[in-house]
């Protein structure tokens, strides 16, 4: 169980039906209030609604993180409703190329680059303001950057003030197999980009990490599962058997299973984490 995330505004973009929406649902049951942000604007009204159907409290809008303007937008709607940030989520993807790079034309290595590692950092540029704000109202009793004895070591009560950007990398960056080139080298410059941006950040109180999903065993994964079952013989059961064989906890991560490790980094409880990649697959790698 992760703690509250009561008084805390969480923005995603790029939210899906799968992770995103969990994690809109999850957080919200957390006490956060949160921004549903995609390119789709039915589906994160669809997100958004449900959320306020369970209680919840949840602002949906559009945005194509690849274009400046639209993420200066999402800011200004975000501005609109509330004059601090506490927690970024940066899930926006698309399915890249799946073939070896002498089979990959540069753009589409580009384009990859563009979505994973620009649209995080426009987006968390964007949005570094509302987080520093965010930083200085959470623990607020301590004071950004310091322990409630104001001093540098770590003491029982209220976690120090701080706000937090989780940026959704894959566990792609430990593979070698050369169909994963295109997203390795995305997913991999995410990480880099999630160092810098907490070395840059942290004096402003801004955390700043990376989880690592190997698998996030929901409908996407299930379509694919199934579409290579139809591929190579077999089915479904057969696909997900001979993947998870090579976990240890022999099983693939469900969304909930990525999405808590998520909430973690996001809440008070992760105070002192910052410039980390959390990977999150249940045991395909020792990292
Ligand atoms: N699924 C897995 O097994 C798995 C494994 C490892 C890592 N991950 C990572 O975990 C994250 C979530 O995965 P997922 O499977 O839930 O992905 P997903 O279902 O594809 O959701 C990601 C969402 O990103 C949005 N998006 C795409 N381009 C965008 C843009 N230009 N601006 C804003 N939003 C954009 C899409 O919504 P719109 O089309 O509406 O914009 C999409 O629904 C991703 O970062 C992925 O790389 C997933």
Same mark, same amino acid.
């Given at each position: ?8 505004? !969480?923005?995603?973009?790029? @939210? ?30 669809? !997100? ?9 409290? *949840? ?11 639209? =993420? ?8 609109? +409703? ?11 993807? @698309? ?5 070896? $790079? *002498?089979?990959?034309? +540069?753009?589409? !290595?580009?384009?990859?680059?563009? $979505?994973? =590692? $620009? #649209? @995080? $950092? ?24 310091? %322990?409630?004895? #104001? ?19 894959? *566990?792609?960056?430990? +593979? ?29 109180? !801004?955390?700043? %990490? ?22 190579? #013989?077999?089915?479904?059961?057969? =696909? ?8 240890? /906890? ?12 998520? /909430?973690?980094? /996001? ?12 990977? =999150? ?7």
């Amino acid at each position: 169980m992760t703690e509250s995330l009561s008084n805390k505004t !969480i923005v995603i973009v790029g @939210a899906g039906p799968g992770f995103g929406r969990t994690l809109a649902l999850r957080a919200a049951a957390k006490g956060a209030t949160v921004v549903v942000a995609a390119r789709t604007e039915s589906r994160v009204v669809e !997100i958004a609604e449900e959320v306020r159907a369970g209680g919840g409290n *949840a602002i949906a809008a559009s945005v194509d993180a690849t274009d400046p303007g639209s =993420v200066r937008a999402l800011r200004e709607t975000v501005a609109g +409703h509330t004059d601090a940030v506490h927690g970024l989520v940066y899930s926006a993807f @698309a399915v890249p190329s799946m073939k070896p $790079l *002498a089979q990959t034309d +540069h753009e589409q !290595i580009s384009r990859g680059i563009d $979505l994973s =590692v $620009l #649209g @995080a $950092l426009r987006t968390t540029q964007e949005f570094t303001s509302l987080l520093e704000a965010g930083a200085a109202d959470t623990g607020a009793s301590a004071g950004a950057g310091t %322990n409630e004895d #104001g001093a540098g070591a770590a003491q029982d009560g209220a976690a120090p003030a701080s706000s937090s950007v989780v940026m959704m990398a894959s *566990a792609v960056i430990h +593979h070698s197999r050369e169909r994963y080139a295109g997203y390795k080298i995305a997913k991999t410059a995410l990480v880099a980009l999630g160092h810098s941006l907490a070395t840059e950040l942290g004096p402003r109180g !801004i955390r700043v %990490n990376t989880v690592a999903p190997g698998y996030i065993y929901g409908e996407t994964l299930k379509a694919y599962f199934e579409h290579l079952a139809t591929k190579y #013989g077999g089915t479904l059961e057969d =696909v997900y058997a001979h993947t998870a064989e090579k976990m240890d /906890l022999r099983r693939l991560p469900g969304e909930r299973e990525i999405v808590d490790p998520v /909430l973690f980094l /996001l809440s008070d409880a992760a105070s002192a984490v910052t410039g980390q990649t959390l990977t =999150v697959d249940c045991g395909e790698f020792h990292t």
